[in-house]
Structures are given as structure tokens and as C-alpha cells.
């Protein structure tokens, strides 16, 4: 049996978090754990949130992609997709569009890329602002290039990645159950 990762991606608010959860409560797909080197949060677990590293031991895993962000190193390990697949061949990630990428170049035939998308920035800034995030904060997040980058399926993804609408969540959850089913069946 081949293992397939669905990759899910687009701008901060569409929803990617929520699907991915869907796709583990419903289906058991489990979410790829990522690595970083910052500190756990008061309310996160080692192997459940992050696999938090310290710097040396951040370097003996072998990353499919990794990014330095404020100081700390984060990074998705070929380590941590092994250690989901193990649980189910069907396993998921949540990352931005240049990551999606990075997975669509590397992993090729085993990656099923989503591109989750919301027409109108309003709803997008109203799910940040209703899911507690600081208006100063979405603000700045909502004019970042990256953000401005991510509502926009990129072109090398355009042949391969499965456009979902994610104006409400009873739309995105149908398309989604589709995609899985599809996915499901290819796997038999």
C-alpha cells in the first residue's frame, strides 16, 4: 500500500487547523508532528504539539523543509512522516504555500496538496479576530507578504492541488469528505 500525505495550505484564517482535525477525529489521519527549538508553551506536549529540540539534537533529524523564525528553528522531518504513516498511510500537514512546494517538489506521487480559499478578506480577518487573536496583531499579519502570498494558489501548485472553498464550514467538511473518500479509494 502507498502512503499519501495531504498537505494543506493557503492564508492564516481558512481554516487549514480545522480541517486538519476534522481529518484526524473522523478519519484518523494523523497530522505530521513538526519540529522547533523554541520553548513549549504553558499548555503544549512534547510529541503531541511540536517535538521540541534543542539545537543539537534539531540537527540529527532530516528536514524536507525548515525555516528559522524568530530565533528558534522550526522544521518537518522525513523522521516525523515516517513516525504518522506508521499510524495510518494516510497522514496530513498543515503548511504555508512555499512549503506545499517544497513537499509537491520532494514527495511528488505520495502528496496530495489542498488549497483551502476564502473570496472575501472580511471573513478571513473576522475567523482571527472571533478565534481571540489581537487586532494589532491580525492587522500586521493580514499586510505581511506572506500572508498576501499564501491567498493565492502558486503556479507551480496550479496542475496538481485540489481548490476547497472555505466560505462555511458545511461546504469545506463535503469537499473534504469527497477528497478523502477519493483519496480511500486509491489506496485499496
Do not use: C
Request: proline share 3%; no cysteine.
Amino acid at each position: 500500500m502507498t502512503n499519501r500525505l495531504i498537505v494543506i495550505t493557503g492564508a492564516t484564517g481558512t481554516g487549514k487547523t480545522t480541517v486538519s482535525d476534522y481529518l484526524k477525529e473522523k478519519y484518523k489521519i494523523v497530522p505530521v508532528i513538526t519540529h522547533t527549538t523554541r520553548p513549549p508553551r504553558f499548555n503544549e506536549e512534547n510529541g503531541v504539539d511540536y517535538y521540541f529540540e534543542n539545537d543539537q539534537s534539531f540537527e540529527d533529524n532530516h528536514y524536507l523543509e525548515r525555516v528559522k523564525y524568530s530565533n528558534y528553528q522550526y522544521g518537518s522531518s522525513y523522521e516525523g512522516l515516517r513516525k504518522a504513516w506508521k499510524v495510518n498511510p494516510i497522514a496530513s500537514i498543515v503548511l504555508d504555500t512555499q512549503g506545499a512546494i517544497t513537499y509537491a517538489e520532494k514527495l511528488t506521487n505520495e502528496v496530495e496538496i489542498w488549497f483551502l480559499k476564502v473570496s472575501d478578506e472580511r471573513v478571513l480577518r473576522e475567523r482571527l479576530i472571533h478565534r481571540g487573536d489581537k487586532i494589532e496583531s491580525i492587522d500586521r499579519r493580514m499586510q505581511s507578504s506572506e500572508y498576501r502570498r499564501d491567498l493565492v494558489l502558486p503556479e507551480q501548485l496550479q496542475q496538481t492541488a485540489q481548490v476547497i472553498p472555505s466560505e462555511s464550514w458545511s461546504q469545506t467538511k463535503k469537499q473534504v469528505d469527497l477528497l478523502v473518500g477519493k483519496l480511500q479509494e486509491q489506496l485499496v
